[in-house]
């Protein structure tokens, strides 16, 4: 069932973005099925099936068990870490709206790039979850246990921050809460996140047009033609959708007036043209697959499995959540994708590719039986 949701959300996105992506007197723009068939898009989503596929194919509880240097996972943390910090040099990362976030993938005049942060996000918790998993006797213990995932987590926060806030907040709130689901104690990490809120906090105040997203959601009416354009034309796309929406295509706050349309703010354009019944639609399949996931993780046999689990829909929802929220101005704005909806190949194939990793371990839940001393299916406890 999983992957038939994770089909439909894609087929959804797919749709959409099309439709949002219509200009009026734009060779190319046209919300036909024909320039669907040959949209990149298209192939962003065949390759996500495609991942999916691959991934519910993974043992990924035997690849974890890989006692050499070259374990996948630990060539893949460094590997994410080395591109996020390329993406920082100056001519190496592909500027979009200000924002330095994507790197290049091959000649230029191609126009294709990926979003190391992406990646960084999604191998954090496989890697939270090991950790875990490995010292679960000790994660009681700060010194042997906790400091060195917060070491870790700083590091690659401290990396993302600089360009993507959202994303930096997303991976330190996952990896927190999978650190205390993974035996931490719950006063320790509250100690640790007086200094996670005030770096966010400087991070905002050192950024005017993070401090301007602030103002415009406190109130947006201040500055309707400048910083709070964009929370009001939201908000107008989803006040004109009403019960049942325009249409599908009949959208108006598409052709200009609303900002990233197929991007962060594509639930809007699905409110304007499905109207409340498209948006609950959306929802409902969001919480079909957290519901669905959730089971999947219950019946987990070993730590690992139960925090892989865990942190893939701890992302999924979490971001879900703040993109809607944001969309409804139910707080600031902030670059958070709605997953496997909003336009974005990285995206789209990563998130994939993570809940292809759910399915495989509701198979290897059916097959294998839980370990009789070490629960954690992986390597010995070192405390």
């Known amino acids: ?54 991934a519910s194919r993974i043992n ?12 996948p996972l630990l ?13 920082l040099l100056p001519g190496m990362g592909k500027e979009i709206y200000g924002a330095k976030r994507w790197l290049h993938l091959g000649p230029r005049s191609l126009g294709l790039s990926f979003q190391p942060s992406e990646l960084l996000k999604w191998v954090m918790i496989p890697v939270m979850a090991w950790w875990c998993a490995r010292r679960r006797g000790v994660m009681g213990r700060f010194m042997h246990g ?8 700083g590091l690659a926060c401290g990396l993302v921050v600089i360009e993507d806030l959202g994303t930096a907040v997303l991976i330190g709130a996952v990896a927190a809460c999978l ?3 993974g035996g931490a104690k719950l006063w320790q990490m509250a100690l640790c996140a ?4 005030l770096a966010v906090g400087a991070a905002i105040w050192h950024s005017p ?62 409110c304007e043209e499905m109207g409340m019944a498209g948006a609950l639609m959306v929802v409902g399949l969001y919480i079909a697959l957290i519901w669905l996931g959730m089971s999947i993780v219950k019946d ?48 789209w194939i990563l998130t994939a590719f993570a809940l292809g990793l759910l399915v495989s371990l509701d198979e290897s839940n059916r097959l294998e039986s839980p370990e009789p001393e070490d629960d954690t299916g992986l390597l010995p406890v070192v405390g």
């Not at 734009?26 to 996500?48: P, Q």
């Not at 906790?146 to 987590?153: C, D, E, G, K, Q």
């Not at 007086?194 to 809120?197: F, G, I, Q, S």
Request: proline share 4%; aromatic share 6%; net charge positive.
């Open 146 to 153: 906790l400091l060195p995932a917060l070491a870790l987590i």
């Open 300 to 347: 987990s046999k070993d730590v690992f499995g139960r925090l892989l689990g865990l942190g893939v829909l701890l992302t999924v929802g979490i971001q879900a959540v703040i993109n809607l929220a944001v969309v409804t101005v139910v707080v600031p704005t902030k670059g958070i994708a709605l997953p496997l909806i909003s336009s974005g190949g990285t995206g």
């Open 60 to 71: 990924a509880r035997q690849v974890m068990q890989t006692r050499s240097l070259f374990n």
């Open 1 to 54: 069932m999983i992957q038939v949701i994770v089909i439909a959300l894609l087929g959804l996105g797919l749709v959409m973005v099309q439709s949002a992506g219509m200009r009026v007197g734009v060779e190319g723009g046209r919300g036909d099925v024909w320039t669907l068939l040959m949209s990149r898009n298209l192939i962003y989503a065949t390759l996500a099936v495609v991942a999916m596929i691959l």
């Open 179 to 181: 650190l205390i689901a």
């Open 209 to 270: 047009y993070r401090v301007n997203r602030l103002l415009a959601f406190l109130n947006p009416w201040d500055d309707p033609q400048g910083i709070g354009y964009h929370p009001i034309q939201s908000m107008l796309a989803i006040a004109m959708g009403g019960l049942t929406g325009r249409g599908l295509g009949n959208g108006i706050q598409k052709f200009g007036y609303l900002p990233e349309d197929t991007t962060d703010f594509i639930f809007a354009i699905i």
């Open 194 to 197: 007086l200094p996670a809120v």
């Open 75 to 87: 060539m893949m943390l460094i590997l994410s870490l080395v591109l996020v910090g390329i993406v």
